[in-house]
């Protein structure tokens, strides 16, 4: 047993309950959640104490009485066919009421309508608004119209969630201001410093997060509660004082389409156009602002600040370059997989805190019991335990911690042995990496996105969100491996080459998608950019569909290099390349194949190496191109260790270089080298007892999710 390095919610009514379980799991530091208060005798128990303020929520009487502060977005309406020369269309027909209300006093300016069968957007004059309802003359039958129109949110919706998941009933339901409005920004200050004056106790205020939530539209449809949501989305940042001030700031019109995007909306998954990137920044450059303002409030009473990066986190972007003028001492990160324990660990603040799930609600985030009579919550603990442990072996984690309502937890002595056991673990990898760095191979992986470094280590939202996103996939396999990983922009390589210091490129997700590239790929400068970057020596990985645009001579736009492209459908490729499959190191030490994923996969030259096929189609390939070498893998599942383990090779195979450090032989044992302190760290990360042979320790056996810390021989 040790201590520290762990924060543990308490809770108003269970002061024994909390105290005992501090220091059964070493907690140093007692937070509230939303729905929860500490007691004096909680306070007063010797613990740092976290205090959550969400300031954009925090005032709701302020709120009700300034309705015009409150924050706005840009929906599309449900298309509507035409069936005669006129339409009228319910702007908000199918979207939660609870949330939004139409904005019909100085919004309509920025409302647009269009004829989706055609593209065209539909003139001023040509439409009006009828009390709630848009009616549009002079429409073509068989045509589909929509409404892009201004909407203002009246429930915020971490509240709402909250309040469906805790079933608040009557509780008041909170909504959320636009700091936009100099009058609200000065309120924030306000109550900002009269909490401080009254919360002494407070040593860290934990900002939840800033201003902008994630977008989250909720639908009024039992079928279809909600209509969308995107973690890296700007869609929640818009109302008509901040779209009038880019324009004088940047002498540009950003228009609704801008954000609505035929409803795909401002998703991260979207390549960004640059007008949005312009908004992006215009936005940040306003939050950093203000949130310093904040920060310094906070220091001013002797108080540290962090940012919990979940929820309203837009316009934060630690990874912008901007995040230190924020002035934060710490950041917190709910996390579910180890990409995002790198995503973390590599922000440029002093402490980086990890929030564990299950969170201790009563449902789990997909509305399942978990801490509910027959539940066993310790199995949900040790599965994404052992899967954010991987990104933690790899950086390091000054704090762990839960959150939520702790009284649930008093019926399960198992989960309450098991957080006692994590958060040991937590310190014993946290002091190795206080010793000294973990080793790598000499190997720099460069992930090449649109997005490039302000999207390192994450793909919009937690992996479990995105399941079938083979992009997040390589994420979560790369973070839990002894690579240094650093994320490029498209247009960057495209003007200045790959970086010398990488050594091997990876190119990864669906067609069209930012992950991918899209239409990035058709800039030539691009692709001889790569190609001479392969043909000098370095490596070249693609998953699933990269450099991919159906254009010219295929749709894979370097399948020169790759020896492998993928048919669309309109080739009708009946006469494909036969092949042999070969005995490839990519399978080697209980790597994987993936399962197969897309049609229509053929060979484009001679030459080469095929270790996986499904059918006539080549799944697993390694090709050479010059004095370069690229490894194509038509999906990857991070799930199964297997193909983590085809992941690592595939990029020893691109670098041309053998393993240097041990590797257990069952790819379900991650092995960290910390030479610093002549420790080996042995981590079972899967649900299963295992043997396994380390090279200089023989055969091992760890028990389901077993760390194990051994002498370096």
């Known amino acids: 047993m040790g201590s520290g390095g762990f924060t543990i919610p308490g809770e108003s009514g269970h002061e024994a309950y909390t105290l005992a379980m501090a220091e059964k799991w070493g907690a140093d530091v007692v937070r509230d959640s939303d729905g929860t208060k500490l007691s004096p005798e909680i306070l007063d128990a010797g613990l740092g104490v976290y205090s959550t303020v969400c300031l954009i929520r925090e005032d709701n009487a302020w709120a009700r009485a300034h ?6 977005n840009f929906l599309m309406s449900e298309p509507v066919t035409a069936a005669g020369a006129e339409v009228v269309i319910d702007p908000l027909a199918t979207y939660s009421l609870d949330q939004f209300r139409l904005n019909t006093s100085d919004g309509v300016e920025f409302w647009q309508v269009f004829d989706r069968t055609t593209g065209e957007e539909i003139s001023r004059d040509a439409w009006k608004l009828d009390g709630d309802r848009v009616v549009i003359t002079g429409t073509l039958p068989g045509h ?5 129109f201004l909407a203002t949110r009246l429930w915020e919706e971490i509240s709402m969630y909250n309040h469906v998941t805790n079933d608040w009933g009557d509780k008041e339901r909170l909504m959320s201001v636009d700091p936009r409005h100099p009058a609200a920004a000065e309120h924030l200050v306000e109550w900002l410093e009269a909490w401080c004056v009254a919360n002494p106790a407070t040593t860290v205020v934990r900002f939840t997060s800033l201003f902008y939530n994630f977008a989250w539209f909720w639908g009024s449809e039992a079928d279809r509660p909600h209509h969308y949501a995107d973690w890296g989305s700007y869609d929640f940042t818009v109302s008509p004082l901040a779209l009038r001030q880019f324009t004088e700031a940047t002498g540009e019109t950003i228009t609704s389409e801008d954000f609505v995007n035929a409803g795909r909306y401002t998703s991260t998954h979207n390549p960004p156009s640059a007008i949005y990137e312009r908004w992006m920044a215009f936005v940040g450059e306003f939050v950093r602002e203000l949130g310093a303002r904040l920060v310094d409030v906070v ?4 108080k540290a600040a962090y940012v919990f990066y979940d929820d309203s986190w837009v316009g934060i972007e630690p990874y912008s370059g901007s995040f230190e003028e924020f002035g934060f001492d710490g950041i917190i990160k709910s996390v579910f997989s180890a990409y995002e324990a790198r995503l973390c660990a590599g922000v440029p603040t002093q402490t980086h805190e990890l929030r564990l799930h299950p969170y201790l609600f009563p449902v789990d985030l997909e509305g399942k019991p978990t801490f509910a009579p027959g539940c066993r919550p310790e199995d949900d603990l040790q599965f994404y335990w052992t899967r954010v442990r991987r990104g933690m072996l790899r950086a390091r984690i000054d704090r762990i911690g839960l959150g939520g309502y702790l009284s649930l937890t008093e019926p399960f002595p198992a989960f309450q042995d098991a957080v006692a056991d994590m958060a040991d673990q937590h310190r014993a990898i946290r002091d190795l990496h206080l010793a000294g760095e973990p080793a790598v191979e000499p190997v720099t992986v460069g992930v090449i996105t649109s ?3 302000l999207r390192t280590w994450t793909a919009s939202g937690h992996l479990h969100e995105n399941p079938d996103l083979v992009f997040n996939h390589a994420l979560e ?5 002894p690579y240094r990983v650093e994320f490029l922009r498209l247009d960057d390589v495209a003007a200045n080459g790959v970086p010398a210091r990488v050594d091997v490129l990876l190119n990864a997700g669906p067609a069209g998608t930012a992950w991918s590239g899209g239409d990035a790929w058709l800039d030539p400068a691009l692709q001889v950019a790569v190609r001479t970057f392969v043909a000098a020596g370095g490596g070249f990985i693609g ?5 991919a645009v159906h254009h010219g001579l295929g749709v894979f736009q370097l399948s020169d290099v790759l020896g492998v492209d993928r048919d669309p459908g309109d080739l009708a490729r009946v006469m494909k390349r036969s092949f ?3 005995d490839s190191a990519l399978l080697a030490d209980g790597a994987e194949a993936p399962a197969p994923r897309g049609t229509g996969l053929f060979l484009t030259r001679a030459g080469v190496e095929v270790a996986a096929a499904h059918g006539d189609a080549p799944t697993v390939t390694v090709a050479g191109f010059g004095d370069g070498t690229a490894v ?4 990857l599942d991070s799930n199964s260790a297997g193909q983590r383990r085809l992941l690592a090779n595939a990029v020893q195979v691109a670098a041309g270089r053998a393993v240097t450090l041990p590797r257990a032989d069952d790819p379900r044992v991650d092995v960290t080298v910390f030479p610093a302190s002549s420790t080996i760290a042995v981590a079972n990360a899967s649900g299963d007892a295992v043997m396994a042979s380390l090279p200089g320790l023989g055969e091992l056996s760890l028990e389901p999710g077993e760390l194990r810390l051994l002498p370096q021989a």
């Open 543 to 547: 998953i699933q569909d990269p450099t």
């Open 144 to 148: 589909r119209y929509t409404v892009n």
């Open 299 to 302: 220091h001013r009473h002797g």
């Open 632 to 635: 194509y893998l038509a999906n």
């Open 580 to 582: 042999a499959l070969s």
């Open 451 to 453: 997005w490039g470094a």
């Open 67 to 72: 309705q015009d502060t409150l924050q706005q």
């Open 477 to 481: 396999s790369l973070a839990g491996q």
